[in-house]
């Protein structure tokens, strides 16, 4: 038996790295265009090489989907994550704010709005802060 495909699993271990350290750096929201277009390409990469296995190793993936349960696996995982591309998740149905904006928003509030989350009076709440180590607060 011929070797198909030589160099696609090392090439798919390389997609796969690269688009999960991408995507780290854009779940912590710590980067800007570069990490995303790169996390973009990667990406389209690493479905060129899965492309590229799946048609190199055809006959052995017919054997291995025979089996009633590895079938049915594969389906449910093409399923899952078409709807997972798709935008059908629980997340979807429950609209919210966003809690990046709350946070941000939050950073923005004065003391004042602090001190209501936490029932303290505004300036209790700044002369603990104050104490803590965080300066030039004031309500």
Same mark, same amino acid.
């Given at each position: 038996?011929? =070797?198909?495909?030589?160099?696609?699993?090392?090439?798919?271990?390389?997609?796969?790295?690269?688009? #999960?350290?991408?995507?780290?750096?854009?779940?912590?929201?710590?980067?800007?265009?570069?990490?995303? +277009?790169?996390?973009?390409?990667?990406?389209?990469?690493?479905?060129?090489?899965?492309?590229?296995?799946?048609?190199?190793?055809?006959?052995?993936?017919?054997?291995?989907?025979? =089996?009633?349960?590895?079938?049915?696996?594969?389906?449910?995982?093409?399923?899952?994550?078409?709807?997972?591309?798709? #935008?059908?998740?629980?997340?979807?149905? =429950?609209? #919210?704010?966003?809690?990046?904006?709350?946070?941000?928003?939050? +950073?923005?509030?004065?003391?004042?709005?602090?001190? +209501?989350?936490?029932?303290?009076?505004?300036?209790?709440?700044?002369?603990?802060?104050?104490?803590?180590?965080?300066?030039?607060? =004031?309500?």
């Amino acid at each position: 038996m011929t =070797r198909p495909a030589i160099g696609t699993s090392p090439l798919t271990v390389a997609t796969v790295l690269i688009a #999960g350290l991408t995507g780290a750096v854009l779940l912590f929201d710590t980067g800007g265009p570069p990490p995303r +277009e790169v996390h973009m390409l990667a990406g389209l990469a690493l479905a060129g090489v899965a492309l590229v296995q799946v048609a190199a190793f055809w006959r052995p993936l017919q054997l291995y989907l025979r =089996r009633p349960l590895t079938g049915f696996v594969l389906v449910m995982g093409v399923a899952v994550t078409v709807a997972g591309a798709l #935008g059908w998740s629980s997340a979807a149905a =429950r609209p #919210g704010p966003d809690p990046i904006a709350v946070f941000r928003a939050l +950073e923005a509030a004065p003391v004042s709005s602090l001190a +209501e989350l936490t029932g303290k009076p505004s300036a209790r709440l700044v002369a603990d802060l104050n104490a803590r180590g965080y300066v030039d607060l =004031r309500s």
